[in-house]
């Protein structure tokens, strides 16, 4: 796009978005704003699933990364009752954050994978605690959404808010393969295919710097997952845990991590890629209980996400910017948020506090 095409593109997105303006990129906190009109967090629970990609049904030992403890906190120690989690988890995000709504969030392991009869007892248990849970989010792996599963999920879009977040990663088979994902990309976009048209949001995870992948391909990861129409990303930079195959590639000088610096316009060239209407569930990446061996950073989560804006801004810039897959003119997603809200009457305006 030539200069002067993406400014003009870059005024009219912001025209139509305020919240671009402000913080140049999407965040869910916006989405979930705009769709509830009150503060709306999630609450993770560990349901004490397993994953194919472990229990030798796809593969052992799971993706090079993989310690569910570091980045799901619930997943360290013994799992608690659901039931105590979610009341643990509200209360917490109440007298912290002041939330006043709700997501039941399923996130360690890959929590579509057992039947349907147990599926739906746990995601009812979870949903059932609290008055002001309005939504449900599962994250789980492309190959583990039969058409039985989705039917299930979908069920819960009659009173709830339903996010299923898919892990990809990446686009590129080659690296799927080099981190022992056990699922292709074509694996990905079956599930998209399948889960699309059934009220059910979908959000992709997409990890930056993984291991012999180039700018280029990042790029290409951020164009092809946009141009699948998700509704939600999360973005992290590679990080290494303890105990995992990536530490030892790390170890023997294989596999390098990226520095704050090199990070945050990775970043930003990956936000002016996808559409921004995408909302953005997350920028960083997190650890839990000291599993972290690379890279440790001098900068808190919230100085990267604003290093990003930052970053964006001194390009006059913004997530879209550069992005084939937008309608410009188009309402903002937000405004098209309709689905059950289990009581809660949304508010479709724009701000985004
Ligand atoms: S899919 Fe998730 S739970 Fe399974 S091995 Fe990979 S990171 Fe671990």
């Known amino acids: 796009m030539r200069m002067k095409t993406l400014e003009a593109h870059v005024n009219q997105l912001m025209a139509t978005r305020p919240w671009l303006r402000e913080r140049r990129y999407y965040p869910f906190s916006c989405f979930l704003r705009a769709a509830f009109g009150c503060k709306v967090h999630k609450v993770t629970i560990h349901a004490g699933f397993t994953c194919p990609n472990r229990d030798g049904r796809v593969g052992v030992g799971g993706c090079i990364y993989c310690v569910n403890a570091s980045f799901s906190h619930p997943a360290k120690g013994p799992m608690k009752p659901i039931r105590e989690q979610v009341a643990v988890g509200t209360r917490f995000m109440r007298e912290r954050y002041g939330a006043e709504k709700f997501i039941a969030y399923f996130q360690a392991f890959s929590n579509t994978y057992a039947d349907v009869s147990t599926l739906k007892a746990r995601y009812d248990e979870a949903l059932s605690v609290d008055k002001d849970i309005v939504g449900l989010s599962i994250g789980t792996r492309p190959d583990c959404v039969p058409d039985e599963v989705l039917d299930l999920v979908q069920s819960y879009t009659e009173r709830y808010h339903v996010w299923l977040e898919y892990g990809i990663q990446s686009v590129h088979d080659r690296t799927l393969r080099i981190i022992n994902r056990g699922h292709s990309l074509a694996t990905f976009e079956d599930a998209i295919r399948r889960t699309k048209g059934r009220g059910i949001r979908i959000c992709a995870h997409v990890i930056l710097g993984l291991p012999g ?141």
């Open 213 to 353: 992948e180039t700018w280029d391909d990042m790029m290409q990861t951020a164009e092809v997952v946009c141009g699948l129409g998700v509704d939600g990303i999360k973005i992290h930079h590679l990080y290494v845990a303890k105990d995992t195959p990536l530490a030892e590639r790390h170890a023997r000088g294989e596999v390098p991590t990226f520095t704050v610096e090199e990070y945050v316009p990775l970043a930003a060239d990956f936000l002016e890629r996808i559409s921004p209407d995408i909302a953005v569930q997350r920028l960083v990446g997190d650890t839990h209980g000291g599993l972290l061996v690379a890279p440790i950073w001098p900068k808190s989560k919230p100085e990267v996400f604003a290093a990003i804006e930052r970053e964006l801004a001194r390009r006059d810039s913004c997530q879209g910017a550069r992005c084939q897959h937008v309608e410009v003119a188009s309402a903002p997603r937000p405004a098209t948020v309709s689905a059950a809200t289990n009581g809660t009457t949304a508010r479709h305006e724009s701000a985004c506090v």
